[in-house]
């Protein structure tokens, strides 16, 4: 039967293909000429070729593609049909449309095949067949009309210099020939611009002369002069060109600033500024006179109030960009040489103190740019444009944290970090629609623990729809740590209503591609659906941050009331360690079996041994922290975000299955162990695999945890053994069991559990500022950990080990020490949160931005009075939130482990 499923598969490719093919004869054999709806349209040209790719017949795709008539590359031209032949007028092949009724009533697309698609798909076949004169003229065909798409470039480079290898390190193997071949194609591409009296320059062939020459730095291993000083000199010529035209001329080089610093060998450990390699300070010196040449603020006072021609605007906006280039030169040199071992971060500074402008040399440059730029980004009305002198604002930004960031006094690393705030809000407060400017700000108030301003900047970036799964990674993780677990839960239920809502409506648009004849419209939405959304990795982070702050959600938050309403664990949603936890455990066991709900995490964690066996799609935008040069904010791994997320599904589901065995488990009667049910020992076997795939992942998945979050996760599994022990001994009816081998098998895991409980007491004591590791640990360790200790209570109570018998149980003793080392444990974060709400030893909040101010060497003056204002009271205002939010989770869970101590 297997054998028959097998070969009716293999037919289904050629079936597939003889029907496409079939559908396009009858469509190209129409009896009425006049008819052009019914020619073949490109989606069925892509139908009938996807069948044949599918079988790996990527020849006949490329006899296939040659054939197809389509519409001109460039209206008015007849190159429609790239063999000239059966077609020599293309345009003869575009649609006749008279009105609506002709695209309402035909089925499917009238589209033809674009010449440009065309063209592309041929190259990329041509290549993976080794056909590369071939494709190096469709290519260079391309080129001609696109002389700026950078990935036809690249393609020509693949077929006429690299040869197909794709690799482009030391391992590339040149073309001489088409290496030269590609250089004069370039330069004629440049020359026929230059002719044709082009306004603007075209930055690709511009760049490709770069990109060949790095073609053969990266071969060179032991980096030849000649190699790295043609590398320099094409490098400066491509910034010198666009460093006044484009914004973008840094992103453009950045690749090949590496490669350049790579090339330069540093030698041997470097302990002053004098001997760098020669072409590592010829480009530093390069970018230190352009800038130095195209600095502004000294002319502003004279100009600021005169109005400004047109053509002395374009020469301003141009001197202002390459101001920015070159200081964005130096500071990617400098990141680079930073990330040499043999080049510490103190040189680094040194460095930059000598060769880039001073950070008030730097806001005075774009203060003068206010002046004489004014009115590109109107808060009201108008087109929602950015200031070209915001790129300044965040090279401060980045100077100010790299500097910050080899600080040794705490002080003044929050002074330097407050001052940059300040600053980036009132760049906000000039260019309001510039969402950089605010991931800039959102960045340092997380280095600031200042949640509330960096949620505020968040929600004023108006991220929605896709962008919930392509940007939420910007403020999660602050939300964590500052105690905002109410809006954690609310982003990640934004982010699952989105993929929720984007399954169904694939299925609905696709059917109805289906149903309309765009079959290839709704392959692609089915593959998007398939590879890119469902196994998305932001996803599946949201499930976990939900389930792990359930139990911690804020009712004023979630209803907008002002009321002030005392916190209570497990308040509307998650376990709290009470008798209701058994009803919202089966009703999150029947959640769980939707793939957009929370609770399938518990599914997804229970089938995962080791991080490799999840598959997930990282669909986060990193491009939009473009602007970090010389410093980096850290973001989780795509590892780290799958390993925090299974490890929350492997402790959620061990909570569920806890509660679950607890709430069947028998009571003892007449002084002997209850025997076990098939339905107890079903439960307490789910839980004890369950517990021992969770300990797999830990220990085989290579999961690297803090001694806190393993202390505490070990004492969890202890928990979760003893419930097992105790509510089905050996599992084993016939084997001999009794009430005593219960009781000493539960002691022996809680006192395990308890010495774990002390460990990570320990590890707190060690931390004296660390408010932030707190407010983690809460969701993290601490509630599961308190809910499988009040879990574990009911069940010893049930067995008649109660409170009040600490002294004459043994269970009972155990259960009672446990509690109170980690109500102990609960003390002790509540006074490292106690400290952590203080800012700047409780100074006022003037001396504070006095400092702030001094350590940025700026006058007060130089930055808006309500700026900083609103960036300390934002930081101090989330630190006293966080507290506000955080205490009295725990003060309740301490609250509730005093009752061992007066049970004595």
């Not at 960009?321 to 030169?329: E, K, N, S």
């Amino acid at each position: 039967m297997c054998q028959k499923m097998k070969q009716k598969i293999a037919l289904l490719p050629r079936l597939a293909e003889s029907l496409s093919f079939r559908m396009i004869q009858n469509k190209q054999q129409q009896p009425d000429q006049h008819q052009q709806q019914y020619a073949p349209s490109e989606n069925d040209w892509d139908v009938y070729l996807e069948t044949l790719l599918a079988q790996g017949k990527k020849e006949e795709a490329l006899d296939a593609l040659r054939e197809i008539p389509c519409s001109p590359l460039v209206m008015g031209t007849e190159n429609g049909n790239n063999n000239n032949n059966n077609n020599s007028d293309a345009t003869s092949v575009l649609p006749q449309i008279d009105d609506e009724f002709t695209i309402e009533n035909h089925v499917g697309s009238i589209l033809p095949y674009t010449q440009r698609r065309k063209l592309e798909r041929m190259a990329k076949l041509a290549l993976e067949l080794g056909k590369y004169d071939e494709a190096e003229g469709w290519y260079k065909e391309l080129l001609v009309v696109f002389p700026d798409q950078w990935t036809y470039w690249l393609g020509l480079v693949d077929s006429c210099v690299v040869m197909g290898s794709g690799a482009t390190g030391a391992t590339a193997t040149i073309n001489e020939e088409g290496w030269a071949r590609c250089q004069s194609f370039a330069n004629e591409i440049i020359k026929a611009n230059e002719e044709s009296g082009q306004h603007h320059p075209l930055r690709g062939p511009h760049l490709l002369l770069i990109e060949l020459v790095a073609l053969r730095a990266r071969r060179q291993s032991d980096g030849k002069e000649e190699v790295v000083a043609s590398l320099l000199k094409a490098i400066c010529d491509y910034g010198n060109k666009f460093g006044p035209l484009a914004s973008c001329c840094f992103a453009d080089i950045r690749p090949y600033l590496g490669l350049l610093v790579r090339s330069s060998s540093m030698g041997e450990e470097r302990l002053t500024l004098n001997d760098f390699p020669e072409y590592i300070a010829r480009v530093i010196q390069w970018a230190s006179e352009l800038w130095k040449n195209n600095s502004q603020s000294s002319t502003s006072d004279e100009q600021s109030g005169l109005e400004t021609a047109r053509e002395e605007f374009r020469e301003r906006r141009k001197k202002l960009r390459t101001y920015i280039f070159a200081v964005q030169v130096i500071y990617g040199v400098t990141a680079e040489l930073n990330s040499a071992s043999a080049f510490a971060s103190t040189l680094a500074m040194d460095m930059m103190q000598k060769h880039t402008p001073s950070i008030p040399q730097m806001v005075s440059e774009w203060k003068t740019s206010l002046s004489f730029l004014p009115g590109l980004a109107p808060k009201d009305g108008g087109q929602k444009e950015v200031l070209p002198g915001d790129e300044i604002v965040l090279l401060v930004s980045q100077h100010v944290q790299f500097q910050a960031s080899i600080e040794s006094s705490a002080s003044f690393t929050t002074s330097l970090l407050l001052g940059a705030a300040a600053l980036l809000e009132d760049a906000i407060d000039h260019s309001p629609y510039n969402p950089h400017l605010k991931i800039a700000a959102i960045g340092i108030y997380s280095q600031l623990n200042g949640a509330d301003r960096a949620l505020e900047l968040f929600e004023a970036m108006g991220v929605k729809q896709i962008q919930l799964d392509s940007c939420s990674y910007l403020i999660f993780p602050l939300l964590l740590r500052g105690g905002h677990y109410t809006q954690a839960v609310q982003l990640s239920s934004a982010v699952l209503r989105l993929h929720g809502s984007s399954s169904k409506d694939v299925k609905e648009y696709a059917s109805r591609a289906f149903q309309n004849g765009y079959l290839f419209k709704a392959k692609e939405m089915v593959t998007f659906q398939r590879e890119r959304m469902s196994p998305s990795l932001q996803l599946l982070y949201s499930k976990g941050l939900v389930m792990d702050c359930a139990a911690l959600l804020y009712v004023t938050d979630l209803t907008g009331s002002k009321q002030k309403v005392v916190a209570s664990l497990g308040a509307e949603k998650g376990l709290r360690g009470s008798e209701e936890d058994v009803s919202r455990a089966e009703q999150l066991v029947l959640d769980a079996n939707m793939h957009f709900n929370a609770p399938s995490i518990l599914h997804a964690a229970s089938n995962v041994t080791a991080v490799g066996d999840v598959i997930s799609s990282d669909n986060r935008d990193m491009t939009v922290n473009y602007f970090e040069i010389l410093y980096r904010n850290r973001h989780l791994s795509q590892s780290e975000m799958v390993t925090e997320s299974i490890l929350r599904g492997h402790l959620q589901g061990l909570l569920v299955r806890a509660v679950i065995a607890t709430g069947g488990a028998k009571a003892p009667k007449k002084g002997k162990a209850p025997k076990p049910t098939d339905e107890t020992t079903a439960r307490c076997q789910s839980l004890l695999g369950s517990l021992t795939k969770a300990k797999q992942f830990v220990s085989g998945g290579g999961v690297e945890m803090s001694e806190l979050n393993e202390s505490l996760w070990r004492a969890s599994c202890g928990l979760c053994e003893s419930i097992v022990a105790v509510a089905n001994g050996g599992g084993d009816k016939t084997a001999s069991d009794s009430l005593a081998y219960r009781e000493s098998a539960a002691v022996s895991f809680v006192e395990s559990a308890r010495s774990n409980v002390v460990t990570a007491k320990e590890s707190v004591a060690q931390c004296i500022n660390a408010g932030d590791l707190v407010c983690k640990a809460l969701p993290d360790r601490l509630v599961s950990l308190f809910v499988l200790l009040e879990t574990t209570a009911r069940l010893f109570a049930l067995f008649g080990w109660t409170k009040r018998k600490r002294t004459t149980k043994a269970a009972s003793g155990a259960l009672a020490d446990l509690a109170l080392s980690f109500r102990d444990l609960l003390s002790a974060m509540l006074q490292i949160t106690s400290q952590f709400q203080a800012l700047e030893g409780g100074a006022t909040c003037e001396s504070i931005a006095k400092d702030a101010c001094a350590a940025l060497q700026l006058p007060q003056s130089e930055i808006s009075a309500d700026a900083i204002q609103r960036a300390i009271q934002g930081v101090a205002s989330s630190r006293n939130s966080t507290k506000d939010r955080v205490d009295p989770f725990l003060v309740q869970m301490r609250e509730t482990l005093d009752s061992y101590v007066d049970a004595e």
